[in-house]
């Protein structure tokens, strides 16, 4: 029965249709944010100070009357700031450190031109809603993965030589003298790279499933003049990973994996013993000791539930026999039969941004 006016809390109704209001205003910015994503016109802010309309249309090459609507929707959404006495849009140097710095631990520019896909298969996405399976990986398109390899690439530069793996001294040590590692689910690469200039002395391969995937992390390793250090190859891990290893990383993909069970239980028996599995889950915002657990993380779970649906859900075909493993670090069916003890590197997650990094040492059931 629908509720009549009189029995609603219209303070709670107008509270709730601002948000959706904002909601909808955010998703329109989208699109226009993406457009300045794809003209380097955040760069070009960055780099040339306050500007009016006209000097960034000559500077970026733009139609003015364009640039005008850009730069003025962009300051009502807060992303600029307006100089109404000088007619000036300026990048201020915090907002350019999202947006613009692609060395910045909170570098988010990419992730826009990521959401384009989304909107594209909203069609295909219902029909999986109805009957089942999902979007191959191969409709996403190059701009959602190149995309992803930017959001992705800034956390390898800024955390993991430095932070994670650092904090399980035996696998810094074991690399430094020559050993090995896999990435499962390397996508384009870049994890690897990363650890490549760090531990030159280490044997390095990434593994996944999709072969698009493979072709660019190859392309990468050899224009970064790494393709000697590193290798990759085509590989679903879930019926077994080649070799043994003194570190295996997965790096967003075992909340993403169809069958995580199968996945963890290759992952353990290509692990060395007493060696260790890294698996970093975002954490944007620090929870402050008087919130609520409950509501804690809910920016942060907005931001990484969302994509999970979808993007993972999608091109993991309708998640069969998939378990949730959000926030767990591994299924419970991993964990209930011995195969996964978990524990967390201490002080590597206290600072403001930064990956929660779990650090596990997986081992066989008997």
Not at 83 to 98: I, K, N, S
Not at 143 to 159: H, I, L, V, Y
Request: glycine share 10%; net charge negative; with cysteine.
């Amino acid at each position: 029965m629908t509720a009549t006016v009189t029995e609603l809390d219209m303070e709670v109704v107008q509270g709730f249709a601002f948000k959706v209001f904002g909601d909808i205003t955010a998703q329109q910015m989208g699109p226009l944010t993406t457009v300045g994503d794809r003209l380097g016109l955040w760069q070009t802010l960055a780099e040339i100070g306050p500007v009016t309309s006209t000097e960034l249309a000559a500077r970026a090459g733009l139609h003015e009357r364009y640039a005008r609507e850009w730069l003025a929707a962009m300051a009502c959404h807060g992303y600029l700031k307006y100089d109404a006495e000088t007619g000036r849009f300026r990048l201020p140097a915090e907002h350019a450190f999202v947006l613009s710095n692609t060395d910045s631990p909170l570098y988010l520019r990419s992730v826009f031109s990521m959401s384009e896909a989304s909107w594209r298969h909203i069609d295909q996405l219902a029909e999986a809603f109805l009957h089942g399976g999902g979007i191959p990986q191969s409709e996403f398109g190059d701009r959602f993965w190149c995309g992803f390899e930017r959001f992705t690439g800034a956390s390898f530069k800024n955390f993991l030589n430095q932070d994670w793996i650092p904090a399980v001294p035996s696998v810094d040590a074991a690399l430094r003298n020559g050993g090995s590692a896999a990435d499962i689910g390397c996508g384009n690469g870049q994890a690897l790279l990363t650890l490549a200039r760090a531990y030159p002395q280490a044997t390095l391969i990434g593994y996944d499933n999709y072969a698009p995937a493979i072709a660019a992390a190859t392309a990468n390793a050899r224009a970064a003049g790494l393709d000697d250090t590193v290798r990759y190859a085509v590989r679903d891990v879930t019926e077994g990973i080649p070799g043994s290893y003194d570190l295996i990383t997965l790096f967003d993909v075992v909340h993403d994996a169809p069958h995580p069970v199968q996945l963890l239980t290759a992952v353990a028996r290509a692990l060395k013993p007493g060696v260790h599995l890294l698996h970093p889950g975002v954490q944007l915002f620090r929870r402050r000791p008087a919130q609520p657990r409950a509501s804690a993380g809910d920016r942060r779970l907005r931001l990484l539930r969302e994509p999970e649906l979808l993007h993972d859900a999608g091109a993991g075909g309708g998640w069969p026999g998939h378990r949730d493993v959000y926030g767990r670090g591994a299924p419970a069916g991993v964990r209930d039969r011995g195969r996964l003890r978990e524990s967390r590197a201490p002080g590597v997650c206290e600072q403001p941004v930064q990956h929660l990094l779990h650090i596990a040492d997986l081992t066989p059931s008997q």
